[in-house]
């Protein structure tokens, strides 16, 4: 069965620091990973989009990074902002027919003043 | 510009009594998909559809009802809506989510109270 797990469940960190989040997913046949950022109560919003072959992709302060081979990827974040409080999400898409993404259970990050 | 529009945005209803939440987008997408979320469980999904009149369940079917009659439209049904249907919910539509090049992009969410 496809799954995906993030940790930490939930992270505080104080203005300013920097923090990374981590996804290990078991899903093949692989296709591309993405991570989302989601405030509460809204859609979850695109940051990053990763295939089999990149290992690193920037989006301004995020930057995301997979190892296909270890099936592990890490979402870091650059001198994070109060605007950066909310939930992120990690998606791994299967290159099949049917069912073709599995969600994470995200990690939901505060950042205190 | 290009959207995902749900409505309504909240609904409490009671047992029993039968709703629809609708979802339309813009963007001519093929691929488009229902969630929940619930604290604690992450997003969830419920149906998706990857293409006019082709749906399939996902995760968590049981109770819900979905019709992909045009490509623009796909609404999710509640014949008979149970407490434990209270979430939040959103929608998303895609080209195709296997490609990496294809966003996909989720409507404003639908937060449902079922008493």
């Known amino acids: 069965k496809n799954q995906v797990e993030q940790s930490p469940q939930s992270l505080i960190i104080l203005e300013g620091k920097n923090c990374t989040l981590q996804?290990?997913?078991?899903?093949?046949?692989?296709?591309?990973l993405r991570w989302y950022k989601q405030d509460t109560g809204r859609g979850p919003v695109s940051l990053t989009i990763?295939?089999?072959?990149?290992n690193t992709k920037s989006n301004g302060r995020y930057t995301a990074t997979l190892d296909a081979d270890t099936k592990q990827s890490s979402l870091h974040i650059t001198a994070s902002q109060l605007s950066d409080s909310a939930s992120y999400i990690c998606v791994v898409s299967a290159s099949n027919a049917g069912n073709m993404l599995t969600f994470g259970g995200g990690t939901r990050l505060m950042v205190k003043p | 510009e290009a959207q995902v529009t749900q409505n309504p945005r909240y609904l409490i209803t009671v047992t029993g009594k039968k709703l629809t939440v609708t979802c339309s987008q813009n963007m001519n997408h093929e691929y488009m998909s229902w969630y929940r979320q619930d604290p604690g469980l992450g997003l969830r999904q419920i149906y998706y559809s990857m293409n006019v009149e082709v749906t399939d369940k996902g995760d968590v079917p049981e109770g819900y009802k979905v019709s992909r009659k045009e490509k623009r439209n796909f609404p999710l049904i509640l014949e008979s809506p149970s407490p434990n249907q209270t979430s939040l919910y959103f929608c998303?539509?895609?080209?195709?989510?296997?490609?990496?090049?294809?966003?996909?992009?989720f409507g404003p969410g639908t937060r449902l109270t079922v008493t």
């Open positions: 998303a539509s895609s080209l195709r989510p296997d490609r990496p090049s294809y966003e996909q992009y």
């Open positions: 996804c290990n997913y078991t899903v093949s046949p692989f296709s591309n």
């Open positions: 990763m295939t089999f072959s990149e």
